[in-house]
């Protein structure tokens, strides 16, 4: 691809200046075009295309006259949504500093939280919960930046150590909407350079309405590799470098002359319209830095010249660029308009050449946003600040982006090469990099950072500089293009808009925008400035556009027309266009790159093909059976011969000097895409790798939509969005807004816009934020044509035949345009609308129905249905006749494209105006007065009210043509009733026949009150078709909520077409005093197909209907996943047995109990697969097996454990289980590879069932195998539970196998709520319903049960224990200010409340419950358990945090056997001791029984049940005396585990589980507030007792005792310099603490003047904690400030710190360095200093590591280190003791009683200055100049003795003179 460019270059350099001269020429006459067309140069890449023999040939059918039917006829609102993001902070590692306090802020926009502070460690340990809420539309939420930041914490101004950003789009698009347990490299922003400042681990969540979260409970992995976690979306490289992203803004154009402001409003009155009064500048954004242009004055068409630099690492977590033009005002500056630009799709993240770095342009962007209308105050300012749909042009702006990767770091190899070769290409033409500064500015980078740099090029500041044009940008080429537009017509205008005349002004741009004033951009100044900007052709271009423009610049306008009011209901308005139709058409120049509009044209043809066909093939699934797959089969391989027509399009790359880089690269990426995409479909339709369903090949389809959509849309922009605008008045109304490529003209049909030269309906809006319920202006049917002026000879090709065009005279230039098409022929119609009925409607009034009418529009006519009251599903059965439409044009037109009609559906009010309930467009069936009359079938239309689907409609619509003789000659109409309504004719009505329903009433539930009054005698009613059926009353809803009778029959006549049955109503009233009754709640069920039985064979429950195939079929899948089955049959069984092995004998050697019969083989899931030939003798004969489950299991499991549980000795209770389970889980999520499926050989009748955690005999060589995996997994046998993700109905269908809950609806459903409608529910009806054709001979019938009564429960009261054992629950809500909760658990079920409160657990997100509690309750009344957390606060009021309810009875009584999971292994005591009340083998009786199943037989080693044979092991050793015990509660087990394999009446039953339920609050509906892990068991009354409940109180911790002895330091760094001699010493001390219990910090004695950095201690620390051996984790319970209430518990790993200090008189102590140990693994001491090594120390496997807890005792040499190297070593002892030994024999700190230790040998050296000054004169002075003092000593003596001798001289003469001898 490289290569390619550079020969590109060498041939331009060249010849520059000729090629640009002839390019266009060559290329067009090249092709042999004529040299009109050639010069058009638009072609370029049309014109190779007309060789057709690569495209496969188009049917010779005429192009449709009208655009594809949409029924929808507006989108919805953007609608705000709720979106909660929770970030937990669970730890740091590896930060950069020393001795730092870290601290982590999250900063989300403008709010901004904090953690708590750790002292003094490199890798804090935080696991800290924090939610944010935000509303807002998803689009600008997802733009906002999660900034998380680690601080060094100081009083005054924390330091920042280093900072992480992501947005929220990136999180919310990963699966899950999250980040879970990921490492977020942290980098300071102001200065890349030093890379990594350290790692914070967290998990990041983005959740809207309705997402659900996948939590997964947290395990603790010690050592876990950061590199592979890094919090970055898949496919990212792990080593991301930075990058420079340069924006380059060149020039703007077409801006809005207006200034907002109000200031500048009054000059502009004074000054007059003399200068544009815009002082533009253009805003950046990306990834939270923001860079803004210099403000260019008074200018509509500014000229920058810059660019906006960002620096960021690459790829980058922030996906979207914004760009904003701003207006600077005097008093505050206006947004012009906002455009963003996703990083997505300008560029590609795949591996090797197919990816590019992100590059747009230089290219055009097009801004759009409020209408620009000369009021001094915008009405619509937010649409120029970027939201809602911009509803015109506001100027373009060229823009240029390219990235720059910085060298440096590991991805230097891989990209260094791209770019220099990507340089060299860009300065040739496509990317206008600016020569001059981009060159310094890689320079200054290359040379080291040279001195000129300032600290702005290594910070991630923006910087914003001037760039030079390059000169070999090739001046744009503009090309005239032509809009033709023709309305056909326009109805629906609001009435409320007036009868002020109305005209359609159509504009592309700011051509055709009248009320602007001058109709474009190349008015004679502007083409001046083009002239000398540009080559001079573009001169005359422009003086020929100006003349153009006399012509044609009024004709973007139709002529004004005064309105009528329609016919028939005058709710509307509509223009009499009749037999003249008014067109406009105008000119604009555009750059000439529509290629871009061909290629997206091309796509998104391909898209709409294969959505239509995905619609087809679902309407086809509703029929047949096969033809679905076919045609899918069809379906894509016309996707791939469509593929490869692109793709040898694309490969012919025509070459255009008008193309950016990222036009190149665009289209390589279209069709490498596409071209996996036919590879794809390719292996879909051969079936190669595996056998595809049709719902996998739609799902495949499906994806390749979305894949395709997205190449659709183009980044660059060329021509701007024509807007059609309704004015009255002259004043702007309603406007619609179509895409540019979608009415361009191609030759080539492929590349047309899909809207080209077609009628289109287009319904227009109003602009700005609509108001609720706002209705739709107009509508208006246009023909648009968009092409260049080369091609205006085929603007009309397509216009219905059969008109005259009246051109305008004066028209200048060669293109004749209409301005009116006159249509002569006229024909009279009559439209017939059989409105049947609709389904499934929106209900408007406050009791949750509506009153439905329908409103039918049809050209110049409007008529209602009659209004049918309180109902969802009206059926009007009622003919609408529209007489007397005169249709102009031919005939064969309107059978081909007829006029459409509308049908808005209406809710009618006694008080004021109907309320909008969703509308449809429909084509109605066009019948000559030749033809031969069929009368048209119903069919369904579906409605949208927005974007939310509002039902469906079922009817159809005739087009009669009304013959010469008169309207008596059309068909026949029923006779109309007294009221004049027209029935529809009995010959388009549906074809009925006598249909039997048959309803189960079980009972209604959850009723909450109606007007203030509790519901108290309901009575059901239940209708379909008209007719129904009604329930017994309940006499009282309080003592039992269920019918007295259970079921009753209805007969009603239905259409024969299943897809056209009425839907099945039920509605709820409530009986009250003197007969009246209130309607409490209605349901509809729209889809009855749930409900159709066969007739004549008496129906069995469901299971039983798909029973044949439930045996053989599914054994392959019935196998686990991991599990490697085996199978060898050594002789056939007989035929009506079905043997299912499901407790495998040890070996490959047949166990002699089972050669009769079979032998299957299956080898345990966890052990290698072990090959038939492996030796047996290694294993042991099978009579040792000891198997009971009796104490044998536990002494084998205690040889097994190893040291590493010494510490857990503690018994095996219900958490080990849980602990097990959850590896378990976490290990099926990632399976090993090991497990390789093998092919299971055997015959298709035979069952190999191989169950899980029953008794293996292979662990022990599984772990002679693999001695690594000892630790906690060596309790190899543990029995599992099942831990679900989500509550336990999803996993059992709700448990709707006997009974269906339907909810009752009441009140509005609006547009917020729809889809949760938490509020509107009433109440829940339960019962089900069967319906099928009514038999011919009905006596028989009559004496039988109803069929919905077979297998159904009786209804009397039933009275149950109920326990709930709540275990934890996670990610709580947090209900204080603080950020935390203090949750406790509240129970309630019907009357009885349990209030956990005093258990409350303070300060807790994420709370260990582990509490159970039991309720006696009676069904029906007590059915629904709520369980809520609640948040204790000490003052107010206890705030809800979230609750869930579930529904018992299902449970209690579906056939799944919900109320006591199936242990995975039977055991009569011990943590897991059966816990039913009945044993195996009794379930299986009486599950047996209830099926009326033959069996149980138990025989000796198997178990029979009909014709299955299940074989196991019955017989088992008792351990202590040796005695065979026969029993088969074992196997029973295995069997219930594998019931679902019973053919018939087989389904799965519920295991042993966990399930995790969600909490919701009512205040915030949809939004998760948390999980809660739990389970329920029930007991009937009636059975025996169950035992006591299972205990699972959480652990308590351990206390123990650390004593650590600090011996001495050696090689501690000297910080110190001795003033007099400049010898280096330190004044060492060590400190020490457990991390978490920074209040227990120790010190040693200081050792004063270490010379040679050895330190004598002697010392003892003494740290008492609490340990949970189980989950490593230590317990920390403590205030959290002085003003704390209580203490709070936190779990962290036991870390203990050791830190070495010089001491400082004076001044603060010096940190010297510090060793973290984390008392569960770490790296073995030292035997000597020499020996200690900071990098062993570093780099130690796991092998090498050690627990204290297994050891207790460690003494050896230690690094210290500091910024990661060496600065000293410690020799210490740790010794670990239990809290009870620490008592028992004590010890003392420091060198104390009891057992003190020797004080330490310190040289003399060893003292304080201090303290001791003479011993400091003595060892420091004298020591080192003894001699220098002894000298001077003697100097001194002398020199007194000299100045005595001198000064006493004189006087002693002087005496001796005087005195004399």
Same mark, same amino acid.
């Given at each position: 691809?490289?290569?390619?460019?550079?020969?590109?270059?060498?041939?331009?350099?060249?010849?520059?200046? *000729?090629?640009?001269?002839?390019?266009?020429?060559?290329?067009?006459?090249?092709?042999?075009?004529?040299?009109?067309?050639?010069?058009?140069?638009?072609?370029?890449?049309?014109?190779?295309?007309?060789?057709?023999?690569?495209?496969?040939?188009?049917?010779?059918?005429?192009?449709?006259?009208?655009?594809?039917?949409?029924?929808?006829?507006?989108?919805?609102?953007?609608?705000?949504?709720?979106?909660?993001?929770?970030?937990?902070?669970?730890?740091?590692?590896?930060?950069?500093?020393?001795?730092?306090?870290? &601290?982590?802020?999250?900063?989300?926009?403008?709010?901004?939280?904090?953690?708590?502070?750790?002292?003094?460690?490199?890798?804090?340990?935080?696991?800290?919960?924090?939610?944010?809420?935000?509303?807002?539309?998803?689009?600008?939420?997802?733009?906002?930046?999660?900034?998380?930041?680690?601080?060094?914490?100081?009083?005054?101004?924390?330091?920042?150590?280093?900072?992480?950003?992501?947005?929220?789009?990136?999180?919310?698009?990963?699966?899950?909407?999250?980040?879970?347990?990921?490492?977020?490299? *942290?980098?300071?922003?102001?200065?890349?350079?030093?890379?990594?400042?350290?790692?914070?681990?967290?998990?990041?969540?983005?959740?809207?309405?309705?997402?659900?979260?996948?939590?997964?409970?947290?395990?603790?992995?010690?050592?876990?590799?950061?590199?592979?976690?890094?919090?970055?979306?898949?496919?990212?490289?792990?080593?991301?470098?930075?990058?420079?992203?340069?924006?380059?803004?060149?020039?703007?154009?077409?801006?809005?002359?207006?200034?907002?402001?109000?200031?500048?409003?009054?000059?502009?009155?004074?000054?007059?319209?003399?200068?544009?009064?815009?002082?533009?500048?253009?805003?950046?954004?990306?990834?939270?830095?923001?860079?803004?242009?210099?403000?260019?004055?008074?200018?509509?068409?500014?000229?920058?010249?810059?660019?906006?630099?960002?620096?960021?690492?690459?790829?980058?977590?922030?996906?979207?660029?914004?760009?904003?033009?701003?207006?600077?005002?005097?008093?505050?500056?206006?947004?012009?308009?906002?455009?963003?630009?996703?990083?997505?799709?300008?560029?590609?993240?795949?591996?090797?050449?197919?990816?590019?770095?992100?590059?747009?342009?230089?290219?055009?962007?097009?801004?759009?946003?409020?209408?620009?209308?000369?009021?001094?105050?915008?009405?619509?300012?937010? *649409?120029?600040?970027?939201?809602?749909?911009?509803?015109?042009?506001?100027?373009?702006?060229?823009?240029?982006?390219?990235?720059?990767?910085?060298?440096?770091?590991?991805?230097?190899?891989?990209?260094?090469?791209?770019?220099?070769?990507?340089?060299?290409?860009?300065?040739?033409?496509?990317?206008?990099?600016?020569?001059?500064?981009?060159?310094?500015?890689?320079?200054?980078?290359?040379?080291?950072?040279?001195?000129?740099?300032?600290?702005?090029?290594?910070?991630?500041?923006?910087?914003?500089?001037?760039?030079?044009?390059?000169?070999?940008?090739?001046?744009?080429?503009?090309?005239?293009?032509?809009?033709?537009?023709?309305?056909?017509?326009?109805?629906?205008?609001?009435?409320?808009?007036?009868?002020?005349?109305?005209?359609?002004?159509?504009?592309?741009?700011?051509?055709?925008?009248?009320?602007?004033?001058?109709?474009?951009?190349?008015?004679?100044?502007?083409?001046?400035?083009?002239?000398?900007?540009?080559?001079?052709?573009?001169?005359?271009?422009?003086?020929?556009?100006?003349?153009?423009?006399?012509?044609?610049? &009024?004709?973007?306008?139709?002529?004004?027309?005064?309105?009528?009011?329609?016919?028939?209901?005058?709710?509307?308005?509509?223009?009499?266009?009749?037999?003249?139709?008014?067109?406009?058409?105008?000119?604009?120049?555009?750059?000439?790159?529509?290629?871009?509009?061909?290629?997206?044209?091309?796509?998104?043809?391909?898209?709409?093909?294969?959505?239509?066909?995905?619609?087809?093939?679902?309407?086809?699934?509703?029929?047949?059976?096969?033809?679905?797959?076919?045609?899918?089969?069809?379906?894509?391989?016309?996707?791939?011969?469509?593929?490869?027509?692109?793709?040898?399009?694309?490969?012919?790359?025509?070459?255009?000097?008008?193309?950016?880089?990222?036009?190149?690269?665009?289209?390589?990426?279209?069709?490498?895409?596409?071209?996996?995409?036919?590879?794809?479909?390719?292996?879909?339709?051969?079936?190669?790798?595996?056998?595809?369903?049709?719902?996998?090949?739609?799902?495949?389809?499906?994806?390749?939509?979305?894949?395709?959509?997205?190449?659709?849309?183009?980044?660059?922009?060329?021509?701007?969005?024509?807007?059609?605008?309704?004015?009255?008045?002259?004043?702007?109304?309603?406007?619609?807004?179509?895409?540019?490529?979608?009415?361009?003209?191609?030759?080539?049909?492929?590349?047309?816009?899909?809207?080209?030269?077609?009628?289109?309906?287009?319904?227009?809006?109003?602009?700005?934020?609509?108001?609720?319920?706002?209705?739709?202006?107009?509508?208006?049917?246009?023909?648009?044509?968009?092409?260049?002026?080369?091609?205006?000879?085929?603007?009309?090709?397509?216009?219905?035949?059969?008109?005259?065009?009246?051109? $305008?005279?004066?028209?200048?230039?060669?293109?004749?345009?209409?301005?009116?098409?006159?249509?002569?022929?006229?024909?009279?119609?009559?439209?017939?609308?059989?409105?049947?009925?609709?389904?499934?409607?929106?209900?408007?009034?406050?009791?949750?129905?509506?009153?439905?009418?329908?409103?039918?529009?049809?050209?110049?006519?409007?008529?209602?249905?009659?209004?049918?009251?309180?109902?969802?599903?009206?059926?009007?059965?009622?003919?609408?006749?529209?007489?007397?439409?005169?249709?102009?044009?031919?005939?064969?037109?309107?059978?081909?494209?007829?006029?459409?009609?509308?049908?808005?559906?209406?809710?009618?009010?006694?008080?004021?105006?109907?309320?909008?309930? @969703?509308?449809?467009?429909?084509?109605?069936?066009?019948?000559?007065?030749?033809?031969?009359?069929?009368?048209?079938?119903?069919?369904?239309?579906?409605?949208?009210?927005?974007?939310?689907?509002?039902?469906?409609?079922?009817?159809?619509?005739?087009?009669?043509?009304?013959?010469?003789?008169?309207?008596?000659?059309?068909?026949?109409?029923?006779?109309?009733?007294?009221?004049?309504?027209? $029935?529809?004719?009995?010959?388009?009505?549906?074809?009925?026949?006598?249909?039997?329903?048959?309803?189960?009433?079980?009972?209604?539930?959850?009723?909450?009150?109606?007007?203030?009054?509790?519901?108290?005698?309901?009575?059901?009613?239940?209708?379909?078709?008209?007719?129904?059926?009604?329930?017994?009353?309940?006499?009282?809803?309080?003592?039992?909520?269920?019918?007295?009778?259970?079921?009753?029959?209805?007969?009603?006549?239905?259409?024969?077409?299943?897809?056209?049955?009425?839907?099945?109503?039920?509605?709820?009233?409530?009986?009250?005093?003197?007969?009246?009754?209130?309607?409490?709640?209605?349901?509809?069920?729209?889809?009855?197909?749930?409900?159709?039985?066969?007739?004549?064979?008496?129906?069995?429950?469901?299971?039983?209907?798909?029973?044949?195939?439930?045996?053989?079929?599914?054994?392959?899948?019935?196998?686990?996943?991991?599990?490697?089955?085996?199978?060898?049959?050594?002789?056939?069984?007989?035929?009506?047995?079905?043997?299912?092995?499901?407790?495998?004998?040890?070996?490959?050697?047949?166990?002699?109990?089972?050669?009769?019969?079979?032998?299957?083989?299956?080898?345990?899931?966890?052990?290698?697969?072990?090959?038939?030939?492996?030796?047996?003798?290694?294993?042991?004969?099978?009579?040792?097996?000891?198997?009971?489950?009796?104490?044998?299991?536990?002494?084998?499991?205690?040889?097994?454990?190893?040291?590493?549980?010494?510490?857990?000795?503690?018994?095996?209770?219900?958490?080990?289980?849980?602990?097990?389970?959850?590896?378990?889980?976490?290990?099926?999520?990632?399976?090993?590879?090991?497990?390789?499926?093998?092919?299971?050989?055997?015959?298709?009748?035979?069952?190999?069932?191989?169950?899980?955690?029953?008794?293996?005999?292979?662990?022990?060589?599984?772990?002679?195998?693999?001695?690594?995996?000892?630790?906690?997994?060596?309790?190899?046998?543990?029995?599992?539970?099942?831990?679900?993700?989500?509550?336990?109905?999803?996993?059992?269908?709700?448990?709707?196998?006997?009974?269906?809950?339907?909810?009752?609806?009441?009140?509005?459903?609006?547009?917020?709520?729809?889809?949760?409608?938490?509020?509107?529910?009433?109440?829940?009806?339960?019962?089900?319903?069967?319906?099928?054709?009514?038999?011919?001979?009905?006596?028989?019938?009559?004496?039988?049960?109803?069929?919905?009564?077979?297998?159904?429960?009786?209804?009397?009261?039933?009275?149950?224990?109920?326990?709930?054992?709540?275990?934890?629950?996670?990610?709580?809500?947090?209900?204080?200010?603080?950020?935390?909760?203090?949750?406790?658990?509240?129970?309630?079920?019907?009357?009885?409340?349990?209030?956990?409160?005093?258990?409350?657990?303070?300060?807790?997100?994420?709370?260990?419950? @582990?509490?159970?509690?039991?309720?006696?309750?009676?069904?029906?009344?007590?059915?629904?358990?709520?369980?809520?957390?609640?948040?204790?606060?000490?003052?107010?009021?206890?705030?809800?945090?979230?609750?869930?309810?579930?529904?018992?009875?299902?449970?209690?009584?579906?056939?799944?056997?919900?109320?006591?999971?199936?242990?995975?292994?039977?055991?009569?005591?011990?943590?897991?001791?059966?816990?039913?009340?009945?044993?195996?083998?009794?379930?299986?009786?009486?599950?047996?029984?209830?099926?009326?199943?033959?069996?149980?037989?138990?025989?000796?080693?198997?178990?029979?049940?009909?014709?299955?044979?299940?074989?196991?092991?019955?017989?088992?050793?008792?351990?202590?005396?040796?005695?065979?015990?026969?029993?088969?509660?074992?196997?029973?087990?295995?069997?219930?585990?594998?019931?679902?394999? &019973?053919?018939?009446?087989?389904?799965?039953?519920?295991?042993?589980?966990?399930?995790?339920?969600?909490?919701?609050?009512?205040?915030?509906?949809?939004?998760?507030?948390?999980?809660?892990?739990?389970?329920?068991?029930?007991?009937?009354?009636?059975?025996?007792?169950?035992?006591?409940?299972?205990?699972?109180?959480?652990?308590?911790?351990?206390?123990?005792?650390?004593?650590?002895?600090?011996?001495?330091?050696?090689?501690?760094?000297?910080?110190?310099?001795?003033?007099?001699?400049?010898?280096?010493?330190?004044?060492?001390?060590?400190?020490?603490?457990?991390?978490?219990?920074?209040?227990?910090?120790?010190?040693?004695?200081?050792?004063?003047?270490?010379?040679?950095?050895?330190?004598?201690?002697?010392?003892?620390?003494?740290?008492?904690?609490?340990?949970?051996?189980?989950?490593?984790?230590?317990?920390?319970?403590?205030?959290?400030?002085?003003?704390?209430?209580?203490?709070?518990?936190?779990?962290?790993?036991?870390?203990?710190?050791?830190?070495?200090?010089?001491?400082?008189?004076?001044?603060?102590?010096?940190?010297?360095?510090?060793?973290?140990?984390?008392?569960?693994?770490?790296?073995?001491?030292?035997?000597?200093?020499?020996?200690?090594?900071?990098?062993?120390?570093?780099?130690?496997?796991?092998?090498?590591?050690?627990?204290?807890?297994?050891?207790?005792?460690?003494?050896?040499?230690?690094?210290?280190?500091?910024?990661?190297?060496?600065?000293?070593?410690?020799?210490?002892?740790?010794?670990?003791?239990?809290?009870?030994?620490?008592?028992?024999?004590?010890?003392?700190?420091?060198?104390?009683?009891?057992?003190?230790?020797?004080?330490?040998?310190?040289?003399?050296?060893?003292?304080?200055?201090?303290?001791?000054?003479?011993?400091?004169?003595?060892?420091?002075?004298?020591?080192?100049?003894?001699?220098?003092?002894?000298?001077?000593?003697?100097?001194?003596?002398?020199?007194?003795?000299?100045?005595?001798?001198?000064?006493?001289?004189?006087?002693?003469?002087?005496?001796?003179?005087?005195?004399?001898?």
């Amino acid at each position: 691809m490289f290569g390619l460019k550079l020969k590109k270059k060498k041939k331009n350099k060249g010849e520059k200046g *000729l090629i640009l001269a002839n390019k266009a020429a060559q290329d067009g006459q090249g092709e042999g075009e004529t040299p009109q067309e050639g010069s058009s140069h638009q072609e370029g890449p049309g014109d190779p295309i007309h060789d057709d023999a690569s495209i496969p040939p188009a049917p010779s059918a005429p192009p449709k006259r009208r655009s594809k039917l949409l029924t929808k006829i507006h989108d919805g609102e953007v609608k705000s949504q709720n979106y909660q993001i929770a970030i937990t902070i669970i730890e740091a590692r590896q930060l950069v500093g020393e001795n730092i306090d870290p &601290v982590v802020t999250i900063e989300i926009g403008d709010e901004k939280k904090q953690s708590t502070v750790k002292e003094g460690t490199n890798s804090p340990f935080y696991n800290e919960y924090f939610v944010f809420d935000f509303i807002g539309p998803q689009v600008h939420l997802f733009d906002k930046i999660i900034k998380i930041s680690v601080f060094h914490h100081k009083l005054i101004g924390s330091i920042l150590i280093g900072s992480f950003k992501v947005d929220l789009g990136t999180v919310y698009n990963q699966p899950g909407h999250q980040f879970c347990d990921k490492w977020a490299l *942290l980098t300071d922003p102001c200065d890349i350079r030093t890379g990594a400042k350290g790692y914070l681990k967290c998990d990041i969540s983005v959740t809207g309405k309705g997402d659900i979260l996948k939590t997964s409970p947290k395990t603790s992995d010690a050592e876990e590799q950061i590199e592979k976690n890094l919090l970055i979306p898949q496919g990212f490289p792990a080593e991301r470098p930075w990058a420079r992203f340069y924006v380059r803004l060149y020039r703007a154009e077409g801006l809005p002359k207006m200034n907002s402001s109000i200031m500048a409003n009054v000059t502009k009155a004074f000054v007059g319209d003399s200068k544009d009064l815009v002082d533009p500048f253009v805003e950046v954004s990306f990834a939270g830095q923001m860079g803004r242009t210099t403000v260019q004055k008074n200018c509509a068409d500014p000229v920058w010249h810059e660019q906006v630099v960002f620096k960021e690492m690459f790829p980058p977590l922030c996906r979207r660029v914004k760009l904003q033009v701003w207006d600077e005002g005097s008093v505050n500056d206006v947004a012009l308009a906002t455009h963003f630009i996703d990083l997505k799709t300008i560029s590609n993240e795949q591996d090797g050449d197919k990816g590019f770095l992100p590059t747009f342009g230089p290219a055009w962007i097009n801004l759009y946003g409020s209408p620009r209308n000369h009021s001094v105050m915008d009405d619509y300012q937010e *649409l120029n600040e970027g939201f809602g749909e911009g509803v015109s042009f506001r100027g373009r702006i060229l823009v240029e982006i390219a990235v720059e990767i910085l060298s440096g770091g590991a991805q230097e190899s891989r990209f260094s090469k791209a770019l220099k070769t990507l340089k060299v290409a860009s300065k040739d033409k496509d990317s206008k990099s600016s020569k001059g500064s981009s060159k310094d500015k890689a320079d200054k980078a290359d040379d080291g950072k040279s001195h000129q740099t300032s600290d702005k090029t290594n910070s991630t500041e923006v910087e914003v500089e001037s760039f030079d044009v390059p000169p070999e940008i090739t001046p744009e080429k503009y090309e005239e293009f032509l809009l033709f537009g023709a309305f056909f017509e326009a109805t629906m205008i609001d009435r409320k808009i007036g009868d002020k005349p109305i005209s359609f002004e159509v504009s592309v741009g700011n051509f055709g925008n009248l009320i602007d004033g001058g109709s474009h951009h190349g008015s004679k100044k502007k083409s001046a400035e083009l002239a000398g900007e540009e080559s001079h052709p573009l001169l005359h271009e422009g003086e020929g556009d100006a003349a153009h423009d006399v012509a044609t610049a &009024v004709s973007s306008t139709t002529s004004p027309e005064k309105p009528l009011v329609t016919e028939g209901n005058r709710n509307y308005n509509y223009l009499p266009f009749e037999a003249k139709k008014p067109c406009v058409s105008f000119i604009s120049l555009w750059g000439d790159q529509i290629f871009r509009l061909h290629w997206s044209n091309m796509l998104e043809k391909m898209a709409d093909f294969l959505e239509e066909s995905i619609e087809e093939v679902k309407e086809l699934i509703k029929i047949s059976e096969e033809a679905p797959e076919e045609k899918m089969k069809i379906v894509l391989s016309d996707f791939i011969s469509q593929s490869s027509a692109f793709i040898s399009e694309a490969e012919k790359k025509p070459k255009t000097l008008n193309q950016t880089s990222l036009d190149k690269k665009r289209l390589t990426l279209c069709w490498q895409e596409l071209e996996a995409m036919a590879k794809e479909a390719k292996g879909i339709v051969q079936q190669q790798k595996k056998r595809f369903s049709l719902e996998e090949m739609i799902q495949e389809a499906q994806s390749f939509v979305g894949r395709i959509r997205f190449l659709v849309d183009e980044p660059q922009h060329t021509i701007p969005d024509v807007f059609i605008w309704m004015l009255s008045n002259h004043k702007r109304v309603a406007y619609a807004r179509i895409a540019a490529k979608d009415l361009l003209y191609s030759p080539v049909g492929e590349q047309m816009g899909k809207h080209c030269g077609k009628i289109k309906t287009h319904f227009l809006k109003l602009p700005g934020k609509r108001p609720a319920g706002w209705s739709v202006q107009a509508k208006v049917d246009v023909y648009l044509w968009l092409g260049s002026t080369t091609h205006s000879s085929a603007m009309l090709d397509n216009l219905p035949a059969g008109y005259e065009a009246d051109t $305008p005279s004066k028209a200048a230039g060669t293109i004749h345009s209409p301005s009116n098409l006159v249509y002569q022929a006229r024909h009279v119609f009559q439209l017939r609308a059989h409105m049947y009925q609709a389904r499934g409607l929106i209900a408007a009034d406050s009791n949750g129905l509506s009153d439905p009418f329908a409103r039918v529009t049809f050209l110049s006519q409007c008529q209602t249905t009659k209004v049918i009251s309180q109902t969802l599903s009206p059926t009007w059965n009622q003919m609408l006749l529209f007489n007397e439409l005169v249709l102009h044009g031919e005939e064969k037109e309107v059978v081909e494209s007829p006029p459409l009609v509308v049908v808005e559906l209406y809710d009618s009010d006694a008080v004021g105006k109907p309320e909008y309930l @969703g509308a449809t467009v429909a084509v109605p069936v066009v019948t000559l007065a030749g033809q031969d009359y069929e009368p048209p079938r119903l069919c369904y239309h579906p409605i949208f009210c927005g974007n939310i689907s509002g039902g469906d409609l079922l009817a159809v619509f005739e087009l009669l043509q009304v013959p010469s003789s008169g309207v008596q000659a059309l068909p026949p109409l029923d006779p109309p009733d007294i009221t004049q309504i027209y $029935p529809v004719p009995a010959n388009i009505r549906p074809v009925l026949s006598k249909y039997h329903v048959e309803v189960l009433f079980w009972g209604v539930r959850e009723m909450k009150k109606v007007q203030l009054l509790s519901v108290d005698r309901p009575q059901v009613l239940i209708e379909c078709g008209g007719r129904g059926v009604k329930s017994c009353v309940i006499q009282s809803y309080k003592n039992n909520p269920n019918f007295t009778v259970q079921a009753d029959t209805f007969e009603v006549e239905l259409p024969e077409n299943e897809l056209l049955h009425p839907p099945l109503s039920i509605c709820v009233v409530d009986w009250r005093a003197f007969g009246r009754s209130t309607l409490v709640g209605t349901y509809t069920i729209n889809c009855l197909k749930q409900f159709l039985c066969k007739s004549r064979e008496p129906v069995a429950l469901i299971s039983q209907v798909d029973g044949d195939h439930v045996g053989p079929a599914t054994s392959d899948s019935l196998m686990e996943p991991d599990s490697t089955g085996l199978l060898s049959s050594s002789q056939d069984p007989p035929t009506d047995h079905v043997y299912v092995d499901v407790e495998p004998p040890p070996t490959v050697v047949p166990d002699s109990t089972q050669v009769q019969s079979a032998v299957l083989v299956d080898i345990p899931d966890s052990s290698p697969m072990l090959e038939p030939e492996h030796k047996p003798e290694d294993q042991e004969p099978p009579k040792d097996e000891k198997d009971t489950r009796k104490p044998s299991r536990r002494s084998t499991k205690k040889k097994k454990r190893t040291i590493a549980d010494e510490s857990a000795e503690n018994v095996i209770d219900w958490w080990s289980k849980y602990d097990a389970s959850l590896r378990k889980a976490q290990k099926v999520e990632s399976p090993l590879p090991m497990t390789v499926e093998r092919p299971r050989e055997g015959k298709p009748d035979e069952v190999v069932l191989e169950m899980e955690g029953g008794p293996k005999k292979k662990k022990d060589k599984m772990l002679k195998k693999k001695p690594k995996d000892s630790g906690n997994d060596a309790i190899p046998n543990l029995a599992t539970l099942k831990i679900y993700d989500g509550d336990l109905e999803s996993q059992f269908n709700n448990f709707e196998d006997w009974v269906k809950t339907f909810e009752l609806f009441r009140g509005k459903s609006t547009e917020d709520d729809h889809g949760l409608d938490g509020d509107r529910v009433i109440g829940k009806f339960k019962g089900s319903f069967c319906i099928y054709k009514s038999p011919e001979d009905s006596t028989s019938e009559e004496n039988r049960q109803l069929r919905i009564q077979q297998g159904i429960p009786p209804n009397h009261p039933v009275q149950v224990l109920i326990r709930v054992y709540i275990v934890a629950a996670f990610n709580l809500s947090p209900a204080d200010p603080d950020g935390r909760s203090d949750p406790y658990i509240v129970l309630r079920l019907g009357k009885t409340e349990i209030k956990d409160r005093d258990n409350y657990i303070p300060k807790q997100l994420n709370p260990v419950f @582990g509490r159970s509690f039991e309720i006696q309750a009676t069904f029906p009344k007590d059915s629904l358990l709520s369980i809520l957390i609640y948040d204790h606060d000490v003052i107010g009021t206890d705030d809800l945090i979230g609750e869930t309810k579930i529904d018992l009875e299902n449970r209690f009584y579906s056939k799944h056997r919900a109320i006591c999971g199936l242990q995975s292994q039977y055991e009569i005591e011990g943590y897991n001791a059966w816990r039913d009340t009945s044993k195996p083998t009794e379930i299986l009786t009486k599950l047996c029984k209830d099926n009326k199943l033959d069996g149980p037989y138990f025989l000796p080693g198997k178990i029979q049940i009909g014709n299955k044979v299940f074989s196991g092991k019955t017989v088992f050793i008792e351990e202590d005396t040796d005695e065979t015990v026969e029993s088969y509660e074992h196997l029973a087990l295995k069997v219930l585990h594998s019931w679902e394999d &019973v053919p018939e009446v087989g389904c799965r039953l519920v295991p042993e589980h966990i399930e995790t339920r969600p909490l919701y609050h009512k205040n915030k509906p949809g939004m998760e507030q948390g999980r809660l892990q739990m389970w329920v068991d029930m007991f009937p009354k009636d059975m025996p007792q169950p035992g006591p409940p299972v205990d699972i109180s959480p652990r308590k911790p351990k206390g123990y005792e650390l004593r650590v002895i600090i011996w001495n330091t050696e090689d501690v760094i000297l910080e110190d310099e001795n003033i007099f001699t400049g010898q280096k010493s330190s004044d060492i001390y060590v400190k020490g603490w457990i991390k978490g219990l920074e209040d227990d910090k120790q010190e040693t004695d200081v050792h004063y003047n270490s010379l040679t950095g050895e330190g004598n201690f002697n010392w003892r620390f003494l740290f008492p904690f609490q340990y949970l051996p189980a989950e490593k984790q230590m317990v920390i319970s403590k205030r959290e400030n002085i003003f704390s209430l209580e203490k709070m518990e936190c779990k962290t790993p036991a870390v203990l710190v050791l830190q070495v200090w010089d001491f400082e008189r004076l001044s603060s102590d010096d940190f010297l360095g510090s060793l973290e140990m984390n008392l569960n693994s770490f790296p073995r001491a030292a035997k000597s200093a020499k020996a200690c090594d900071l990098s062993k120390f570093e780099n130690a496997s796991e092998e090498n590591k050690i627990s204290i807890f297994q050891q207790k005792r460690v003494r050896g040499w230690w690094p210290f280190a500091k910024s990661k190297e060496l600065t000293g070593k410690v020799e210490a002892e740790f010794h670990l003791v239990t809290a009870e030994e620490a008592e028992k024999s004590p010890v003392g700190k420091a060198r104390k009683e009891p057992e003190p230790l020797a004080k330490p040998n310190r040289p003399d050296t060893s003292f304080s200055w201090f303290v001791n000054p003479f011993k400091c004169l003595y060892h420091l002075i004298w020591r080192n100049y003894k001699k220098y003092i002894i000298i001077g000593f003697i100097l001194i003596i002398l020199i007194i003795f000299l100045v005595l001798f001198f000064y006493t001289l004189p006087g002693a003469i002087s005496r001796r003179i005087v005195v004399g001898s």
